[in-house]
């Protein structure tokens, strides 16, 4: 449905607004999905995104790192009819990593049933020497340190996905 609705264009909105009210009307309001659409102009380096239920993403500009709340309605996809989402626009710095990801990743737990927890991935991005990493490295240091922590035991999904502007 998203690469569907995608296809057709427009703005950030009006497709995760068109999203959710096709889910809302073939699943019903008990069943419903969390996404994060973001797009990169990679002329002007502005990364637009919206969050629908999703851990808010990470951005790692120099020493700074901030979490990155989008403005509007957050309910995952398909939880309210009417949902009003909006988004949000960052310009990139050279250097600046995003870091996005699911609540799978602050979520899994270790065998005494610890979680990862949800400001993990903020400690360990800001432990990393992201100036010498490709991000597929900063992926890969994020997924290794929860499957550390977890013994690589998860209940749930995980995706992390990584922009780092060169």
């Given amino acids: 449905m998203v690469f569907s609705r995608v296809r057709l264009g427009g703005s950030i909105e009006e497709i995760m607004s068109s999203l959710n009210r096709s889910i809302h009307t073939k699943v019903g309001a008990r069943v419903f999905t969390a996404v994060g659409l973001a797009v990169l102009d990679v002329e002007s380096r502005d990364l637009a995104?919206?969050?629908?239920?999703?851990?808010?993403?990470?951005?790692?500009?120099?020493?700074?790192?901030?979490?990155?709340?989008?403005?509007?309605?957050?309910?995952?996809?398909?939880?309210?009819?009417?949902?009003?989402?909006?988004?949000?626009?960052?310009?990139?710095?050279?250097?600046?990593?995003?870091?996005?990801?699911?609540?799978?990743?602050?979520?899994?737990?270790?065998?005494?049933?610890?979680?990862?927890?949800?400001?993990?991935?903020?400690?360990?991005l800001a432990s990393l020497d992201v100036a010498s990493m490709s991000a597929e490295d900063i992926k890969n240091a994020v997924v290794d340190d929860v499957c550390n922590c977890c013994d690589s035991r998860f209940s749930d999904d995980m995706t992390v996905v990584v922009i780092k502007h060169v």
Avoid at 75 to 94: D, H, N, V
Wanted: aromatic share 10%; net charge negative.
């Fill in 49 to 124: 995104f919206a969050n629908a239920g999703l851990c808010e993403p990470l951005l790692r500009s120099g020493a700074t790192i901030d979490y990155l709340g989008s403005p509007g309605d957050r309910f995952p996809l398909g939880a309210m009819r009417e949902a009003a989402y909006q988004s949000r626009t960052i310009r990139l710095a050279p250097g600046d990593v995003v870091v996005m990801f699911t609540d799978g990743v602050p979520e899994a737990r270790n065998r005494t049933g610890e979680q990862y927890g949800y400001d993990a991935p903020r400690v360990l």
